[in-house]
């Protein structure tokens, strides 16, 4: 959290009337604000670059210090049932609190519970508990159905107030009531005798599922958990709430690997005919799959963040991607790092899907025609208002990233580097970054903005477009040293797309910059180095040097992999702790090459338009390219 964070845990008290979880998180969001804390240190693409899933990383780890407190201060609860119903055989949970921290213990009163439904009795069937801790008392008779009901006098928070109990048999068992809304799985654990809590976790996270519901987190222990070579480690089938997400979570700081055995999936998020809408898997290494890591389908609004994708042993000779989603709408990606494989991250008939702060690389084919779709991401197939943000995508055959007959995506603040450049590929398009708007699906133009892409195999940036032509806008990249142009635009529509405040260098092959339209002022605006463009309608193109920081580095390659030095670390997998640490180096290191030295003539050169430059900038206009000094 830092040494000058205002609120810690023991800092902070909660009674009921005071403060909501809400409160303290904006505590933190005002602390980070005030003092410039950022997820990264580096100024590229525009400041600051979400501070917010920090912020929430740490209020969690409050959240769950503060849980530990809770189950401290009022001890176990449980539902005991007279008939004996068996603990194996359903699922009682929920979240009792009420908090006072600082000292002092909490006593449980005021809780009533009610039943409803066949062989029941409602209204008085409880034994109220009072103290710090104790059971409450259900009588109800065999083969009994309904719906255990729970409220209070006290301002307790309970959540859920109620549950659907199904045929109630003729066993003893009870399940704890307290730490409802948490379950744990362990390699030690028994899906037999475990009741799910941190005490007596569950040994899979299937039995955990089973048991599941609205709001529910199921924290993984460390360790590995393996399929059956029949099914996935984990099937999720059940669907959250916006307010109320199902999460399936690696125990804070430890390392969880699910290992499918041989199977297509480690993990599924959804089939078709049982959804899995607001379900958040979080914090898995993957890996022993044959088809799809984590295959997302059928659902709405899922979430896959911190996964570790990698087939160690690929042989190139199948398709084998790492996260994919199908007919998934709001489908977020995040902060995951996929390696060894063919593609990274792949959605086809999506809308509103996010991939950003991922780290990709080493995808690849042993023939020409998987080489043709090893990329680190791709949009396409009818997908629609995409996002692909702040990712570092490298040493891919095919290219470091695409959308493919689809429409309306934002391409923003991606690093693509020596993709294409691998010995023995013959297939792959070798391009960084490619855009193909198109109008089946039409969620509007294309946008390429603050990107760079370099010391790619083939072109830097291709903009292509088909028919009926939406368009593209093309903003603040820099496009250097690549094999072939660095811009392209092919089969555009020039009376609709754009291309400006751009820097084009170095490039060895062809042009600087390929995009020609007959029309004044729509490639415009940029930095040409070879200055191949037409000064009849781009009249404020500039040809020159760009000016950058120190490009020396990007021709150090000790080993000779095609690699620069400085870039070297981010073809190790065991070389940075998390995804974040080596998008932070990514960054850092484009910094330090594609920064704008003090007299460049790309400083202040932009021009402006609402929507497309950069905004804000430090002076009279933006600079050209995607970094601001």
């Not at 005021?110 to 710090?132: E, P, R």
């Not at 599924?268 to 290494?285: L, P």
């Not at 990514?586 to 910094?591: C, I, K, R, T």
């Amino acid at each position: 959290m830092g040494p000058n964070a205002p609120v810690c845990a023991h800092m902070v008290r909660w009674e009921s009337g005071d403060w909501p979880i809400s409160h303290v998180y904006g505590v933190f969001v005002e602390w980070a604000q005030s003092t410039g804390f950022h997820r990264s240190q580096h100024n590229i693409i525009r400041p600051p670059i979400k501070a917010s899933l920090i912020i929430e990383s740490i209020v969690e780890e409050v959240v769950l210090a503060v849980k530990s407190l809770i189950i401290n201060a009022v001890g176990p609860v449980a539902i005991v049932w007279n008939d004996g119903q068996a603990a194996t055989d359903y699922a009682v949970s929920g979240t009792v609190t009420r908090i006072a921290l600082g000292g002092g213990s909490v006593a449980v009163s005021g809780l009533t519970i009610t039943l409803t439904g066949t062989g029941a009795s409602t209204g008085t069937n409880y034994t109220a508990v009072t103290g710090t801790s104790g059971n409450w008392t259900v009588n109800a008779t065999a083969g009994w159905s309904g719906t255990i009901g729970i409220s209070d006098t006290n301002n307790w928070s309970i959540s859920p107030t109620s549950r659907t109990i199904t045929n109630i048999a003729a066993a003893t068992g009870s399940q704890d009531f307290t730490a409802a809304r948490y379950w744990y799985v362990a390699t030690t654990g028994n899906d037999t005798t475990g009741t799910g809590q941190l005490a007596a976790p569950y040994l899979t996270p299937q039995k955990a599922h089973t048991y599941v519901q609205p709001g529910d987190t199921v924290y993984m222990r460390a360790g590995t958990y393996t399929g059956s070579g029949s099914t996935a480690v984990l099937k999720i089938t059940k669907s959250g709430t916006a307010t109320a997400k199902i999460t399936f979570k690696n125990y804070t700081g430890e390392a969880v690997v699910f290992d499918a055995n041989g199977y297509y999936y480690a993990i599924q998020q959804g089939i078709n005919g049982s959804v899995a809408d607001y379900t958040t898997t979080d914090g898995f290494e993957c890996i022993g799959w044959t088809s799809r890591s984590v295959y997302c389908q059928y659902s709405d609004n899922m979430t896959v963040r911190n996964i570790k994708a990698h087939l160690d042993a690929f042989d190139g000779t199948a398709n084998r991607w790492a996260i994919v989603g199908s007919y998934c709408d709001s489908l977020l990606v995040e902060l995951c790092t996929c390696y060894s494989l063919t593609v990274g991250v792949r959605c086809t008939d999506c809308d509103l899907t996010i991939i950003r702060d991922c780290h990709i690389w080493n995808c690849w084919g042993a023939t020409a025609s998987i080489q043709n779709n090893a990329k680190g991401f791709a949009l396409a197939n009818r997908c629609t208002n995409g996002l692909v943000q702040d990712c570092v995508v490298h040493n891919c055959d095919d290219g470091g990233g695409d959308t493919n007959e689809s429409s309306g995506h934002t391409l923003r603040g991606i690093i693509s580097f020596c993709n294409g450049i691998r010995a023995g590929n013959t297939g792959g398009g070798k391009y960084g970054l490619k855009t193909k708007p198109d109008g089946v699906a039409v969620g509007g133009r294309d946008k390429i903005f603050d990107c760079v892409s370099f010391l790619n195999g083939g072109i830097g940036i291709v903009a292509n477009d088909f028919s009926p032509m939406l368009g593209f806008d093309a903003w603040h990249n820099v496009a250097h040293g690549n094999v072939s142009s660095g811009f392209s635009a092919q089969y555009v529509a020039a009376h609709l797309s754009t291309a400006k405040n751009n820097i084009w260098s170095g490039n060895q092959a062809s042009h600087d910059d390929d995009y020609n339209p007959t029309a004044t002022g729509l490639n415009d605006y940029n930095l040409v180095q070879d200055g191949s463009y037409n000064p009849t309608y781009s009249p404020n193109n500039i040809t020159a040097v760009p000016g950058f920081v120190n490009i020396a580095p990007l021709s150090v390659d000790t080993d000779g992999d095609g690699v620069p030095d400085a870039f070297e670390d981010l073809t190790n997998a065991a070389a940075f702790a998390n995804t974040q640490a080596a998008i932070d180096f990514a960054q850092a290191q484009v910094l330090a090459i594609f920064g704008l030295a003090g007299g460049s003539p790309c400083i202040n050169a932009g021009t402006i338009s609402a929507g497309l430059s950069r905004s804000p900038y430090n002076s009279t206009a933006p600079d050209l390219g995607a970094l601001e000094t």
